[in-house]
Nanobody, 124 residues
Framework: QVQLVESGGGLVQAGGSLRLSCATS????????MGWFRQAPGKEREFVAA????????YYADSVKGRFTISRDNAKNTVYLQMNSLKPEDTAVYYC?????????????????WGQGTQVTVSS
């Protein structure tokens, strides 16, 4: 079992920044590949970013490339999502997820455990 707890969401104006955190427990964090997904009202959950267990490989959706940065601190069992130049279309509930594979994946079904989500709202 892996427990995931997101934090850092909130309300921000367009062009602003937020940093999401996802604290994990229950399994050796350094063995997990981590991902961030988001889901807007009425839409399917979509991939945002992923990072391999070592942090050496990162993956991004085209819609956030160049604006968002995923990182991890294995000593703190935490993965981060730094979000800059936020747009109203980034508004969604953001979820972190973990998987046992060594590579990131954009498919939600590839992930084994999920957090409860944190709301990000970007006003225009």
């Amino acid at each position: 079992q892996v427990q995931l707890v997101e934090s850092g969401g909130g309300l921000v104006q367009a062009g602003g920044s937020l940093r999401l955190s996802c604290a994990t427990s229950g399994r050796t964090f350094s063995s997990l590949t981590m991902g961030w997904f988001r889901q807007a009202p009425g839409k399917e959950r979509e991939f945002v970013a992923a990072i391999s267990w070592s942090g050496g490989n990162t993956y991004y959706a085209d819609s956030v490339k160049g604006r968002f940065t995923i990182s991890r601190d294995n000593a703190k069992n935490t993965v981060y999502l730094q979000m800059n130049s936020l747009k109203p279309e980034d508004t969604a509930v953001y979820y972190c997820a973990s998987r046992s594979g060594t590579l990131g994946s954009a498919r939600p079904t590839s992930y084994d455990y999920w957090g409860q989500g944190t709301q990000v709202t970007v006003s225009s």
